[in-house]
């Protein structure tokens, strides 16, 4: 596919089967990943490949997340706001959980890790496309807790970037095309 096609035609992919894809797949993004670009080649970004039973642990967090929202309810409400959580995470066969630490060097700007990890899971994300498969990057209040940071390892200047969810799109599923400004719209030539 090329560059230009894969871009214009990538969509974020909601519904995907519960078909896994192989790790060979998997690490194929994940490549594709490490070579975003990055200011000082600091590298920031760190991907946990969560699959099968390993969805709990993102589940924990959002169920946790969910609980957190309820004032004075009973532990049966408890429960099933924790279960909803788990149920969340299992939306996809794979969740690849995108975190960023940011570089010690001193010349570094945090920033710019940001900015890195974002390419690398839109890098991630054409890749995927290519591949077949569908992908949605979700973030919400969960990605940004402490519990998030705990459960999958962050320090206390990383950050949680936020989940993407891989899959084979499910059959018959056309994602929306958004609209877009148009190029006009978001662009100014200055030529002297």
Known sequence: METIKAIRTR??????????????????ILDAARRAPNHMN???????????EGRNKLGAV?????????????QETLNAAYEKGIASAKRAPVIIVVTMEPSDNPRAVAIEDVAATACAVENLMLAAHELGLGSIWRTGGAAYTDEAKKVFGVSEKGRVMGF????YPEEGVVPKVPERKSVAEISEWIDA
Not at 62 to 74: F, I, M, R, S, V
């Open 11 to 28: 969509r974020s992919v909601r519904k995907v089967s519960d078909k896994e894809p192989s790790r060979e797949l998997i690490e194929q």
């Open 42 to 52: 600091t590298e920031p970004w760190h991907f946990i490949v969560l699959t099968g």
């Open 62 to 74: 959002y169920g946790k997340e969910n609980q957190k929202t309820l004032k004075h309810a009973d």
């Open 164 to 167: 993407v969810y891989v899959g």
